[in-house]
């Protein structure tokens, strides 16, 4: 079983990598539930791991309902991620009233062709996952990254169940959301092809001064800790789900 690890810097795909994962999802904007990261992470990213590299393209925060201008920066932020040696691409596009936009995904997917491509938790935001589950095997995505509709894996398992089954061999179902070391045989036994963690940790930043009343983000996590993909944490889920 794959285990994919969502990570923010070069320090989180180290440890992903060495701790046994099989791919990473790279992402920017922390704050806004992942985003699309910087040309210069994504290349030194690639310099320093050898396992594959999906980033992440959403050009915002919010929902999933793009105008031309987004959907434009995406093609533009694909075309990085393929130049700069990616193995993958994150993506996925909703109409107004939460069904997925078959003919605007499936272009952004032949776009990033000879990239796959994974269709992220968006999923989570349509009224019907199997309806939805059809629409993003017609897009020509690889994958699709879901908590089963509910706010953790766990919850959602009984979804993730039907989806495996339902997907056949036509699609992967990747299980994300609350997933860690204690769950992961169980999310393993419904069927699931991989899973999807952060494995996050916090620890000190390295400034020491701090205005007492200032805070950048405005919500945890804040400028005074650092989030990164925890070692320890990689290899407990990666033995958890190991063949004995």
Do not use: W
Request: hydrophobic share 45%; net charge negative.
């Amino acid at each position: 079983m794959t285990i994919e690890v969502c990570a923010y810097s070069l320090e989180s795909c180290m440890n992903a990598q060495v701790g046994g994962a099989g791919r990473i999802e790279l992402c920017g904007g922390l704050g806004e539930g992942g985003t699309t990261p910087s040309a210069g992470l994504i290349e030194m990213v690639r310099e320093h791991i050898q396992i594959k590299i999906f980033v992440m393209i959403r050009p915002r925060g919010g929902d999933f309902v793009y105008d031309f201008f987004e959907e434009e920066i995406m093609k533009r932020d694909i075309a990085m991620a393929k130049k700069l040696g990616a193995d993958g691409v994150v993506l996925g596009i909703l109409l107004p009233d939460g069904q997925v936009d078959v003919a605007r995904t499936k272009a952004l997917v032949d776009y990033a062709a000879p990239m796959k491509v994974t269709f992220h938790r968006a999923f989570d935001l349509t009224p019907d996952p199997i309806k939805a589950l059809k629409a993003v095997i017609e897009t020509g995505a690889e994958r699709i990254l879901t908590s089963g509709q509910k706010p953790n894996a766990l919850e959602g398992i009984k979804v993730l169940e039907q989806l495996a089954k339902a997907a056949g061999s036509s699609i992967e179902i990747m299980a994300g959301g609350g997933v860690n070391h204690n769950n992961a045989a169980e999310l393993k036994d419904a069927g699931v092809h991989s899973l999807h963690l952060t494995a996050k940790s916090f620890r000190p930043g390295r400034q020491k001064y701090f205005p007492a009343d200032i805070s950048m983000a405005g919500e945890s996590p804040d400028e005074r800790s650092v989030m990164y993909s925890d070692l320890g944490l990689v290899e407990a889920i990666v033995s958890a789900v190991a063949d004995k």
